[in-house]
T-cell receptor, first 119, second 112 residues
């Protein structure tokens, strides 16, 4: 159980285009999903926290108008990279925290990641 | 702001050795500490989660400890195998709706 999927797994696009990445919790509901990115040989950095039915909370230095997050249901959050540029090329990973209380409620389950390459 | 540091950055040992990976964090208000494994170009595999009320967790050949007072966690790998080669990340969380703060990882190579 507790599986998180991401789609697509890999995307290559031209500079200036927009790219949408989906994050789904397959067998549990999550009010909170998180978006991280990882540059080569760097660690994961939290970009934003996505809450179902409300606006996302962005970390300092992350442009909210560039990285649009929508959390329309308890099992789906989307990240749209608008007007992508080569410097946005990175590995984007989402995670989801289950609704359940107790120990499980403290665990984040991670998706397999999406590798974005902007030419 | 929480900062997580991992030492060493890289480690190469012969197969069969026991080894320890270190993680330190600056904010003692940590709620849980999680260890992950990441293979090249892949996502994260959760290895162990230690709640703040716990001192250690064990899974197979892996044992992770947490000392909040000193701001440290260690991951112990017994009888290492070539399949253990990967990058190991530790991450601290404050629980609730907070995301995790990750260290830069330890790149581990187990030589056959």
């Amino acid at each position: 159980g507790a599986v998180v999927s991401q789609h697509p797994s890999r995307v290559i696009c031209k500079s200036g285009t927009s790219v949408k990445i989906e994050c789904r919790s397959l067998d549990f509901q999550a009010t909170t999903m998180f978006w991280y990115r990882q540059f080569p040989k760097q660690s994961l950095m939290l970009m934003a926290t996505s809450n179902e039915g409300s606006k996302a909370t962005y970390e300092q230095g992350v442009e909210k108008d560039k990285f649009l997050i929508n959390h329309a249901s308890l099992t789906l959050s989307t990240l749209t990279v608008t007007s992508a540029h080569p410097e946005d090329s990175s590995f984007y990973i989402c995670s989801a925290r289950p609704l359940s209380a107790g120990g499980l409620g403290d665990t984040q389950y991670f998706g397999p990641g999406t590798r974005l390459t902007v030419l | 702001k929480q900062e997580v540091t991992q030492i060493p950055a890289a480690l190469s040992v012969p197969e069969g050795e026991n080894l320890v990976l270190n993680c330190s964090f600056t904010d003692s208000a940590i709620y849980n500490l999680q260890w992950f494994r990441q293979d090249p170009g892949k996502g994260l595999t959760s290895l162990l989660l230690i709640q703040s009320s716990q001192r250690e967790q064990t899974s197979g050949r892996l044992n992770a400890s947490l000392d909040k007072s000193s701001g440290r966690s260690t991951l112990y790998i017994a009888a290492s195998q070539p399949g253990d080669s990967a990058t190991y990340l530790c991450a601290g969380g404050r629980g609730g709706a907070d995301g995790l703060t990750f260290g830069k990882g330890t790149h581990l190579i187990i030589q056959p």
